[in-house]
């Protein structure tokens, strides 16, 4: 069977109809965003609806042979002024509908929200399980996730107080710890879809350079940046293994000032993959002078 996790970008009403279908059922069960009793229908639509307008979140979703939505996740990262968090994120919301479950759904699911954590460029992937889920703290387990904490009152439910666990993933990592795979997995082809099925789209990630860092800038404000790695080669190399056919990147100190402060970052992604690169350099005296360029050009190696 074919079972495919994708991030949704908007949401038709077939898509809205199943997710409020199996948010019901999982709430029912005892574990549906926050939930314990199910709001109504409107209640729903307009919670899927204003979480697709929130910048620091995403939304997945897995779905069966059928192309039917069974399964939902959210990542969320820091907001931009939270600089010293910039590099991790968080899985919330996590659940699959309960008569889906021990089918390798949550499985494909996670392994979608954790790629995307990845090519990010997050180093830190948080999640907070309550003990009561099971088999959702096997599933983590399973994919590295470490626990470092229990909170005795974490939430509420119907029975009593229930224990949360927090567990973290370190992603800068995991080539060199990955996890051996599943037998069911064999039977599953996960893919990650961001646009239409009916057309092609090619992603190029950039990597925005500014004093040897990745980062973003707010506004185009050189003054107003986000840190997001402060290892360009590292994150260079995180892109290539999650797919991406080429790379580019943009040096912020060359644009503004019309001078680098990144040949160093620039050399160590070179080093770091093989993956065409095309360049946005502002400067003749690195070694995009030798191909002739001029400041503000685009050159590709």
């Known amino acids: 069977m074919t079972l495919i996790a994708e991030r949704l970008s908007r949401i038709s009403e077939t898509d809205l109809a199943a997710l409020c279908e199996i948010t019901t059922a999982a709430i029912i069960d005892g574990g549906g965003l926050g939930w314990l009793t199910p709001p109504g229908r409107s209640v729903l639509e307009r919670f899927f609806h204003g979480l ?27 907001s931009r002024n939270n600089e010293a968090q910039a590099q991790t994120a968080q899985i919330r919301g996590y659940f699959v509908a309960p008569y889906m ?4 759904l ?3 699911l996670a392994d979608a929200v954790i790629a995307s954590a990845r090519a990010l ?31 005795p009152y974490y939430a509420r439910s119907h029975q009593g107080t229930v224990k949360g666990v927090f567990m973290t993933k370190r992603l800068d990592h995991d080539a060199a710890h990955a996890r051996p795979e599943r037998q069911h997995e064999k039977e599953c082809a996960v893919t990650s879809i961001d646009a239409q099925k009916s057309r092609t789209l090619n992603l190029y990630p950039a990597i925005d350079l500014k004093d040897g ?18 290892n360009p080669a590292a994150q260079a190399l995180a892109f290539a293994q999650a797919g991406c056919s080429r790379l580019h990147v943009v040096d912020l100190n060359g644009a503004f000032a019309g001078r680098s402060a990144n040949g160093a970052a620039v050399e160590a992604i070179l080093a770091a993959t093989d993956l065409p690169c095309s360049w946005v350099v502002a400067f003749a005296t690195w070694r995009a002078s030798a191909a002739g360029s001029k400041p503000g050009s685009i050159v590709s190696f």
Request: charged share 25%; glycine share 10%; net charge negative.
């Open 52 to 78: 697709l307008l929130v910048p620091e979140a995403r939304l997945f979703v897995v779905r069966d042979e059928t192309g039917q939505i069974q399964g939902c996740a959210q990542l969320l990262r820091p």
């Open 106 to 108: 949550g499985f494909v």
């Open 213 to 230: 860092a990745c980062v973003r800038l707010r506004r185009g404000e050189m003054d107003d940046a986000t840190v997001y790695s402060d």
């Open 101 to 104: 479950r021990g089918r390798g």
């Open 121 to 151: 460029g997050c180093r830190v992937l948080n999640c907070e399980v309550p003990e009561t889920q099971s088999s959702a703290l096997a599933m983590f387990r399973s994919l590295g996730f470490e626990e470092w904490g229990v909170h």
